[in-house]
């Protein structure tokens, strides 16, 4: 059994694990004779998550914020909506800046990752969701003005986008697909 390229099955299956033991060896290579060095990644892998999800609550909750505000009534609604609006945007921000410094640094601790195909993947879909961050930004900025364009079916569609960008994110870090 072959793929396209005329690379045996096995052979791939025996190439991704030989490629799972040299990490494998790295790793302990480095816990061995750099223990500081691995609990420092470990600690930085686990604060990248806590403020990765937290940013993921704020851009869950903002686009929330603009179909209520787009659906909104009264000018006091209005008002109290885009202060909530404004607020969550200015408390999610440094969470995305905080979650990208760490991403950097343990990229710089582990350089390795950039020779992964998955890892690229991964790397483009935050750069999406940066952009889709800043869009946030841009619709607030409308709303602020009053100048919204779009109904609240639209923002309603707009809120689904970084479920299927967390979706693509964790099966790609956790699975760590070989293409």
């Given amino acids: 059994m072959s793929n396209k390229k005329g690379t045996s099955v096995p052979f791939l299956l025996l190439s991704v694990l030989i490629d799972d033991i040299k990490i494998r060896i790295r790793l302990r290579y480095q816990q061995f004779y750099f223990p500081s060095l691995t609990m420092t990644y470990l600690w930085l892998k686990a604060f990248h998550i806590i403020f990765m999800t937290s940013w993921f609550a704020g851009l869950f909750y903002l686009p929330r914020i603009f179909v209520n505000l787009a659906m909104a009534e009264s000018d006091e609604t209005y008002k109290h909506l885009l202060v909530m609006a404004r607020k969550l945007y200015r408390f999610v921000t440094p969470f995305m800046v905080i979650t990208v410094v760490l991403g950097l640094w343990m990229l710089h601790l582990n350089s390795g990752l950039w020779t992964l195909l998955w890892f690229k993947l991964k790397v483009l879909l935050v750069a999406t969701l940066i952009i889709y961050h800043f869009w946030c ?42 293409f």
Wanted: charged letters at 20%; glycine letters at 2%.
């Fill in 137 to 178: 930004g841009n619709y607030l900025k409308k709303f602020s003005e009053n100048r919204s364009e779009h109904s609240h079916v639209y923002y309603r569609w707009f809120n689904e986008f970084p479920v299927l960008i967390l979706f693509a994110v964790v099966i790609l870090v956790v699975i760590k697909p070989v």
